[in-house]
Nanobody, 116 residues
């Protein structure tokens, strides 16, 4: 059973930066596609970025050029570096592990709040 734990959220002013981390236990981390999703209050959960086992990446248009996803398989951790944050980036951020099209696990989420 794979468990994911996010950390690094917090309160930041617009224009600031945060780095989120998602650490995994159990499973075979290196084979998973890892994704960061976010859910703002009253909104649906949306994909922010994902990174495949081959280090291919994909980003939502709203974060391209500002956010960077990376992974460290030795540490079983995926990161989301968020720069030039905007108030509209305020949400609970979740990480997700998938193996091919098979869902593996969600984390519990970490709150990111960007003040104007």
């Amino acid at each position: 059973q794979v468990q994911l734990v996010e950390s690094g959220g917090g309160l930041v002013q617009a224009g600031g930066s945060l780095r989120l981390s998602c650490s995994a236990s159990g499973g075979i981390f290196s084979i998973y596609t890892m994704g960061w999703y976010r859910q703002a209050l009253g909104e649906q959960r949306e994909l922010v970025a994902h990174i495949t086992s081959n280090l291919g990446t994909n980003y939502a248009d709203s974060v391209k050029g500002r956010f960077t996803i990376s992974r460290d398989n030795a540490k079983k951790t995926v990161y989301l570096q968020m720069n030039s944050l905007k108030p509209e980036d305020t949400a609970v951020y979740y990480c997700k592990a998938e193996w091919g099209s098979t869902f593996v696990s969600w984390g519990q989420g970490t709150q990111v709040t960007v003040s104007s």
